[in-house]
């Protein structure tokens, strides 16, 4: 292959980390006078390429009944124009091409009749793979992993954001960096340096692995302090929504909280944490969160990468799954929503399951068909309003239940725990007498919990107070409430709040 005239070093590219981030629009080229792969810079954007997607489906692998839907919705996010598909269905990948020789010929002669610039895998491929398929179609080819970081990296705004995505493109690319840069064959001579000396390549990966280690110590430095901020909202009950992408999540957000998220109809067009007051009908403030969506086979680079992001989501007392019932693989979607939950550790939460554009066109049957699987799902559409009262109801009472709404009698002269009320339950109404107070509030369980097990003098009018566990240390100041096995309740209690999706 002939020679690339590169850079001579990778610094250049490495530094450079907001101008590396920065996608330049490639105008359409006559046919006949676009460059050959080998003259083909790989850091240019995806912006008006022609493309051809192409997919190897397995026997255990999901199957729509387009194959190329999602594919083809994050090409065109990408930017480029889709001229044609190619599929094959084997029992396992060839370990040199991906796909069988017949249909790399066949791709091939697509490429050639469409002028194509680009080959797009729904699959992800392994380094010597991409580069025996470059070689031969002498063509650029992007696995399904790049061209999500390439889409991200387009829709990159915020610093965090910036930083999030050059740490998964550069560890994405560190295995990959003899087929980027040709030149990093060459070897480092000059004078001291005599002999075989220190190949280009050894280089440019050193100071890819530095920048790496930087990147991920100022992520570090931001996700402490994400901690601190979402951890200084502690007096308020938070609220994140989560879902697939482009499930409406932004749209619904600007329809509760009047925030102006920009909202578009197409793929990870969020991707920086938004939090904002909602107004919770028959509750009162709690904080809302929309951060960036999920996606089937979503890159692990990423999710590690964006853990700063997903802070508010860790540390959300509740999580709306936002889900498009006008989608035909919407059952699909949720599972895959759960599974990325699952893999960053808050599949725990109390979970409501939120079944969004219900008015579009067939979607009637498919909320029927989630909510037999998910019976306590909420059908709404955020741009319309429709259902809205009945979901702000319905996450009201999912907050109630985590809640005990509380008598408490208490000496006129107990001001400590008068102070602690203030600051851990919401006082409703509070009577003087002439040896002591009632303070009607409401606060939650676990707390209600420990004033019980202190001896105040309390009345449970709504919810329920976990049981202190038997023989605990009565000088410790944290209350140790019953494992969830067990079923005691106080006078008064409720059930516990189910995870409802």
Partial sequence: MPEVNFPNDLSWQLCASNESLKHNAVLPKPLGERKPLHTHDRSESLASERSILARLILPNDFESDDPFDELHGLATTAGTEVMGTVIQRREHPDQTTYLGKGKVQE??????????????????????????????????????????????????????????????????????????????????????????????????????????????????????????????????????????????????????????????????????????????????????????????????????????????????????????????????????????????????????????????????????????????????????????????????????KHFAELEIRLPLDDGKTMAWLAHHAEIISKQYNDDHALVHCRMPSSAAGKLASQGIDLRVIAGKLPIAAENRDPDRATFMPVPPASNETVDGAAGDVEEVA
């Fill in 107 to 400: 791709l091939k002669s697509l490429i050639e009749m469409q002028d194509a610039d680009v080959v797009l895998f729904d699959n992800d491929l392994n380094p010597a793979q991409t580069r025996n398929l470059e070689k031969a179609l002498n063509i650029k080819v992007l696995d399904r992993s790049e061209l999500i970081l390439d889409i991200f990296a387009s829709n990159a705004q915020t610093h965090e954001a910036r930083l999030a995505v050059e740490l998964a493109q550069l560890e994405y690319s560190l295995p990959r960096l003899k087929r980027m840069w040709t030149h990093l064959s060459r070897q480092t001579m000059g004078v001291g340096m005599r002999g075989p000396g220190e190949k280009q390549l050894e280089v440019d990966r050193r100071l890819a692995e530095k920048r790496v280690h930087d990147l991920k110590l100022e992520l570090a430095k931001v996700e402490r302090r994400k901690e601190r901020e979402v951890a200084s909202r502690r007096g308020m009950y938070s609220v994140s929504l989560a879902g697939y992408t482009n499930a409406g999540k932004s749209t619904l957000m600007n329809a509760l909280t009047d925030a102006g998220v920009v909202a578009k109809d197409k793929l990870f067009a969020t991707l920086d944490t938004r939090t904002r007051k909602w107004m919770l009908p028959g509750w009162g403030p709690v904080l809302l969160s929309d951060t960036v969506g999920f996606i089937r086979d979503l890159p692990h680079r990423l999710i590690a990468s964006f853990r700063a992001t997903l802070e508010e989501t860790r540390q959300a007392d509740m999580l709306l799954h936002v889900a498009d019932a006008s989608n035909p693989n919407v059952l699909h979607q949720i599972s895959s929503v759960y599974k990325v939950l699952q893999e960053i550790g808050i599949d725990e939460k109390d979970t409501l399951l939120v079944l969004n554009k219900v008015d579009c066109e067939g979607a009637a049957e498919r909320v029927e068909m989630v909510k037999s699987r998910y019976p306590n799902a909420i059908a709404i559409s955020a741009k319309s309003g429709l259902g809205l009262t009945q979901f702000s109801v319905a996450v009201s009472d999912a907050l109630t």
